[in-house]
């Protein structure tokens, strides 16, 4: 998958629905535009100067790229719309906005469709520089609001905990169902603990590794979304019943072979198929905008990521995990106590 912004729509839109590094990009600009309905706009003649480009260029890419550039703010006024804009423009420019008066449609960029043409234009100096810029604000904005890691960005969502306390009781019956219904061997723990995984995510513990680069004592459910957690629980629990069944059916443990058809059977249930299809666009779009990983399995099925997104894991409400457990330390004492 193409990382580049020139030619990459899933690039563009996350820097465009991320609101901390848009707040800095702008900033940092200091591009001055126009005053209107509570927002800056641009005209066509002001974008095409700032990137160096001429209108006519500028006209090229609305027309390929109309639908994209609409949907971040671009805007063709009309009627009562374009006098409130004549008239601003009259007070702003004088005489230097007569080149208005007479149309009767306007086209005018929102700043995200300012950035939105930026990230599209291919040739000139101006643009590559602005996507470089970009590029930069993102990643910083980033990492400072992660503290400079973002391995463990997932932990920084308030469903996180929950999911990580409840997750090992289902583990538990699991495993034990595992060594209770299944024929010996050490190895059937991380084997089907592996199907779990390429059944919902397409990779291994090992490759899932890899990808992230975790080292050999990080463990890999630390870095697991919350819905992640939440679907490998739901399969693990629900297997280990499934064995349980079978064996009491049976009246003795199953073999390597039977445990294959009896997952097989189990994960082709049909109200699997859009929890896994959701947890994959989840695991492939965050990974790929928040950790710059890329899991190839998975890359069909990767989307923008949404501005409530960005809010979940950068904003003011996300917290480290162990802010969260402290917060939550006197609920467990109570818990502990009335147990």
Not at 2 to 24: K, Y
Not at 134 to 139: A, G, K, P
Not at 198 to 216: D, N, P
Not at 313 to 321: A, P, Q, R, V, Y
Request: charged share 30%; net charge neutral.
């Amino acid at each position: 998958m193409s990382r580049d912004l020139t030619t990459s729509a899933i690039e563009r839109q996350n820097v465009l629905n991320n609101p901390f590094a848009l707040r800095e990009i702008q900033n940092n600009l200091g591009i001055t535009g126009i005053a209107y309905r509570g927002e800056i706009v641009f005209l066509k003649e002001q974008v095409a100067e700032f990137l160096d480009i001429t209108p006519r260029t500028v006209d090229a890419y609305l027309a390929s790229h109309d639908q994209e550039l609409r949907a971040n703010g671009y805007e063709v006024l009309r009627g009562k719309s374009l006098q409130e804009l004549k008239i601003l423009l009259k007070e702003s420019f004088g005489s230097e906005a007569d080149f208005v008066t007479k149309t009767t449609a306007l086209g005018v960029f929102s700043f995200r469709a300012f950035l939105n043409l930026a990230m599209l234009v291919s040739d000139g100096d101006r643009a590559r520089l602005l996507r470089q810029t970009i590029l930069d604000i993102v990643l910083d904005t980033i990492n400072t609001r992660t503290g400079g890691s973002t391995k463990y960005i997932n932990q920084r969502d308030e469903d996180f905990v929950h999911a990580i306390l409840q997750e090992p009781n289902y583990r538990v019956e699991f495993t034990n169902a595992l060594g209770a219904y299944v024929v010996e061997g050490k190895f059937k723990y991380p084997l089907y603990t592996d199907k779990i995984y390429v059944s919902i995510f397409c990779e291994k513990s090992s490759e899932y590794r890899k990808v992230l680069k975790l080292q050999a004592k990080e463990n890999v459910r630390d870095t697991f979304y919350s819905e992640i957690l939440d679907l490998v629980a739901a399969y693990e629990y629900g297997f280990a019943k499934a064995l349980e069944a079978s064996f009491a059916k049976l009246e003795r443990k199953l073999t390597i072979g039977e445990v294959d058809k009896l997952f097989r059977d189990f994960e082709s249930q049909a109200h699997w198929k859009p929890l896994v299809e959701r947890a994959r666009v989840k695991m492939a779009s965050r990974d790929l905008a928040f950790r710059d990983a890329l899991h190839l399995t998975l890359q069909n099925y990767v989307r923008p990521i949404d501005p409530s997104e960005f809010d979940r894991f950068l904003g003011d409400k996300s917290m480290e995990l162990a802010e969260r457990l402290e917060q939550a330390k006197d609920v467990f004492i109570r818990l502990k106590e009335r147990g």
